[in-house]
T-cell receptor, first 113, second 111 residues
C-alpha cells in the first residue's frame, strides 16, 4: 500500500535555483494539498486542488506554483528558491470534503543555502 | 493572534499516566475537528475526528469538542512509550477540506 508518495525525500538547493517536488497518490482521491511545516508553526497550506486541472491558493502561496495535470499527481514548484523556503513539505490527499480525512506522505526536507 | 493555538510543550509523563492535550481556536465557523499524530520524520496520521460538539472515544483515546468555549481536547489513557510523538489539532469549516493546524504538542512517555 503506497498511499501518498513524495519525491525527493531530501534536497539541498542554492538560492535562486528552481526545483519541482512531486506528489503521487494511488487512492484515486480527488483532493490534494501541499503544506509546509516549520518549527513552532504547525502545518500551513500552500496550495490545493479539488480535482484534475484545478488549483487554488492556500494560506502561504507566495513563491510557489502548482500543477495537477493528472488526477494522481500534484506538483509543487519553486521557481527561484529563497532561504525562507527552507522547510519540510508535506503532500496530502483526500476523497472529498472536510468530512474525509487527509492522508499524508512522509515529507520532503528542503534546505536552501 | 493565530486562528488555532496549541501549547508546543514538550510534555513528559510516566508510562500509564493520563495525558490531556488541548487546543483553542477563534473562528466560530469551524465544524470539523481532528487530531493527528506525527512520529519523527514521518507524515501526520489521523487519530481522531469529531464533527461539531461532543465526545468521541476510540480505545485509549477520547476527543472532546466544546464549541461554546472554542476549546478541544484529546485524552490518552494508560499512556505507552509508543504514544511518544507530536500531536497536532486541526480544524476545518468548509467544503474544500482546508485544514488549519495548531503548532503541535510534543509528548514523551517515559517507561
Amino acid at each position: 500500500n503506497a498511499g501518498v508518495t513524495q519525491t525527493p525525500k531530501f534536497r539541498v538547493l542554492k538560492t535562486g535555483q528552481s526545483m519541482t517536488l512531486l506528489c503521487a497518490q494511488d487512492m484515486n482521491h480527488e483532493y490534494m494539498y501541499w503544506y509546509r511545516q516549520d518549527p513552532g508553526m504547525g502545518l500551513r497550506l500552500i496550495h490545493y486542488s479539488v480535482g484534475e486541472g484545478t488549483t487554488a491558493k492556500g494560506e502561504v502561496p507566495d513563491g510557489y506554483n502548482v500543477s495537477r495535470l493528472k488526477k494522481q499527481n500534484f506538483l509543487l514548484g519553486l521557481e527561484s528558491a529563497a532561504p525562507s523556503q527552507t522547510s519540510v513539505y508535506f503532500c496530502a490527499s483526500s476523497s472529498g470534503t472536510a468530512k474525509q480525512p487527509q492522508h499524508f506522505g512522509d515529507g520532503t526536507r528542503l534546505s536552501i543555502l | 493572534q493565530k486562528e488555532v493555538e496549541q501549547d508546543p510543550g514538550p510534555l513528559s509523563v510516566p508510562e500509564g499516566a493520563i495525558v490531556s492535550l488541548n487546543c483553542t481556536y477563534s473562528n466560530s465557523a469551524f465544524q470539523y475537528f481532528m487530531w493527528y499524530r506525527q512520529y519523527s520524520r514521518k507524515g501526520p496520521e489521523l487519530l481522531m475526528y469529531t464533527y461539531s460538539s461532543g465526545n468521541k472515544e476510540d480505545g485509549r483515546f477520547t476527543a472532546q469538542v466544546d464549541k461554546s468555549s472554542k476549546y478541544i481536547s484529546l485524552f490518552i489513557r494508560d499512556s505507552q512509550p509508543s504514544d511518544s510523538a507530536t500531536y497536532l489539532c486541526a480544524m476545518s469549516s468548509g467544503n474544500t477540506g482546508k485544514l488549519i493546524f495548531g503548532q503541535g504538542t510534543t509528548l514523551q512517555v517515559k517507561p
